[in-house]
Each structure stands twice: as C-alpha cells, then as structure tokens.
C-alpha cells in the first residue's frame, strides 16, 4: 500500500490567522507544531489500518519546508522545498504519481472568494481571484482531485476548515471529511484542541482506509483551465509562457491534451505572473 498526503497549513488544528503560515510570523513556530499534531494524527490511521504502508508526504504550504522530518517512521518520507516550475511544477501534488494505490489532503481551507471564508484562497492569494477547471470555479482541494485522478488515484481522505465541507462533499466518491475548527470569519473560528482533533483525524483515516476504492478511469478528453487575476499586468505576465493564452484583460487560459499538462503551464504562468519573486518561491 502507497498513500500520498498533501499537507497545506491553514485548515491545520488552531490556525487561523496570517501570523501563522509564515517563518517570521510570531505563531509561525507553534503552528508548526500543531501541523506534525495533524500529521501523526494522520499516520496513526494509516498505522491502524496498514502498519507497513509506504507513506509519502507532500509539504504543500508557501516555502513548502514546514514538516519537521526528525521523528517521522522509516515508512515516511517528504517532498521538500520551494514550487518552482523547475522544481515542482505539480505544486503541491510533486511527487504524486500511478503507484499510489490513495491520495489525502490534510490541513485545507476554501476557495478563493468564498464569503467569510477562513483563509480562503486558491494557490496564490496575492494573484488568483477565480480557479476554473473545465468551466467550473474550483478550489485547491478540487483541482489536487482532479491531477489525483489524472493518476488513477482516488482521493479517500480531506480534513481542514468547516467552511471546506462543501466542496469535500463534491468530491467524487465523497471522501471522509474532518473539520479542525468552526468557522466564524476570514481570521477566527471556534477551535477544538489538538487532543481532539487528533483523534477525529486519526478515526477519518482509519474510516476512508476501511472502505473500498476503486482506481478512477483516467480520462483522454482535453482539460482547460482558466485563472482570472486579480489584475491585468498580472495576466499579461502570465501569457508570456508558452501554451497559455490571454483572454480579455485577467484571465489566463490553457489547454491541455491532459489535466498534468495543463496544470504545469498553468502553474508556470502563474509564477511568472507575480511582480517579483515571493519568498515562498525563494
């Protein structure tokens, strides 16, 4: 048995604010550890279910070095550093490929626009005001499911914000949803301490291991994937990169003979749309 998680950090247990996702940030170092709280939590299912799984975690938040590997089993290991297109043109999901038999996404938050959404945003929030897979507006977790299944491999597991909920539901084959927290508004939620959450994670996991999965038809029908910018320039950066076009004044559109394809042109684009460097690409 193969699993990849994907870890983001701001659907984590007890973040709910800015000045926890980043290193300089002052609630950074606590939420980094409530992040391996959710992380073991998660391998403690998997342990239950399938003790000798090979486990591979992707570290999917802004520098994308935040998973402490000092104690992690020998069955675990982790994709680590900066999404680059020249490094990890899948973002979050580098590493992920056909031999995973499951897929789980652990620590997310809403889309983009989401009305009183908790951290919400799609990928780049300084960039992306709308994220539309094939016509239809999608958040991280959709987007993550859909390259999954590009893959063959089912997504069983999400946990994160309550605001989530919804489109976890949509999902195909509605995967087993944990909410870490309750939420109130963009900076705030109701938060259940990490014993309990813990828990909830761990009986998820163990939930979606013990149902059956079948691996999903991977599709030969072309993929389009549209990004509106939240301004011109921006899209007008973008559309440099080969393969994306520009439609109107913010919106970046590709097309792909695969869902892989076009996410990596699409990931490249973005990238080069942003004014200078951020330090999570750094």
Known sequence: MKIFIAVDMEGITGVVHGDQLMAEGRG?????RLLMGDVYAALEGIRRVYPDAIV???DG???MRNIIIDDLPANVEVVV????PENKPL???EGLDASFNMMMQLGYHSKAGTPGGLLAHTYIGSLVSSWKLNGREVGEITMNTA???GFGVPMCFVSGNSDLAAEA???PNTPEFVATKSVLGPTAAICMPPSKTRALIADGVERALCRTWERPAVSDAHTTLEVTTHRREQAARGARVAGVELDGDNVLRVQAATVQEAYRRMWQACTVALEEQPVWLQ
């Open 91 to 93: 973002c979050q999901l």
């Open 28 to 32: 950074y170092a606590a939420a980094q």
């Open 56 to 58: 591979r975690l992707g």
């Open 61 to 63: 938040h802004a520098t």
């Open 147 to 149: 390259l999954a299944t």
């Open 169 to 171: 539901a949509a999902l």
């Open 81 to 84: 550093g900066p999404a680059r």
